[in-house]
């Protein structure tokens, strides 16, 4: 079998350890590589969690949405866990936004990157719990 969005999420929050101790040595750092490596972090995070937890209905669907706030009600209603939705849809807006150009386009500021790293832990401290012995704590901020 395949890697799993556990698999996948952990070896991407390696890179983002990487990235950030990079960026702390930057004198003018693009934010934009941080908050969608960080929105990529949650999304597979969340899915992971959806892939292996809330295994009684089929989320399908789900699993093919980049909206995290929608990844975030499917493991409220299955797990009873709630991560805030006001974050979860502050990252989501970063998906397409910081990363292709046109009239939607965002140039992503320190404030947030911070905000993104704040995202991150707070989804990290779920899969945590949910999946003991991953995504080791090391993560330095800006």
Do not use: W
């Given at each position: 079998?395949?890697?799993?969005?556990?698999?996948?999420?952990?070896?991407?929050?390696?890179?983002?350890?990487?990235?950030?101790?990079?960026?702390?040595?930057?004198?003018?750092?693009?934010?934009?590589?941080?908050?969608?490596?960080?929105?990529?972090?949650?999304?597979?995070?969340?899915?992971?969690?959806?892939?292996?937890?809330?295994?009684?209905?089929?989320?399908?669907?789900?699993?093919?949405?980049?909206?995290?706030?929608?990844?975030?009600?499917?493991?409220?209603?299955?797990l009873?866990?709630?991560?805030?939705?006001?974050?979860?849809?502050?990252?989501?807006?970063?998906?397409?936004d910081?990363?292709?150009?046109?009239?939607?386009?965002?140039?992503a500021?320190?404030?947030?990157?911070?905000?993104?790293?704040?995202?991150?832990?707070?989804?990290?401290?779920?899969?945590?719990?949910?999946?003991?012995?991953?995504?080791?704590?090391?993560?330095?901020?800006?």
């Amino acid at each position: 079998m395949g890697k799993g969005y556990i698999d996948i999420a952990e070896r991407d929050y390696e890179y983002f350890q990487q990235m950030i101790q990079m960026f702390q040595k930057t004198r003018d750092p693009y934010y934009n590589k941080v908050v969608v490596e960080a929105q990529q972090i949650v999304e597979k995070v969340l899915k992971g969690i959806i892939e292996q937890k809330c295994v009684d209905t089929d989320h399908t669907d789900a699993l093919h949405q980049h909206k995290l706030s929608i990844l975030g009600n499917v493991i409220f209603e299955e797990l009873g866990i709630r991560i805030d939705d006001l974050h979860l849809r502050y990252l989501s807006d970063f998906y397409f936004d910081a990363r292709y150009p046109g009239n939607s386009y965002i140039e992503a500021t320190k404030k947030d990157a911070e905000i993104a790293i704040g995202v991150v832990d707070e989804v990290l401290a779920v899969a945590r719990e949910l999946f003991p012995g991953t995504f080791p704590e090391y993560m330095d901020s800006f």
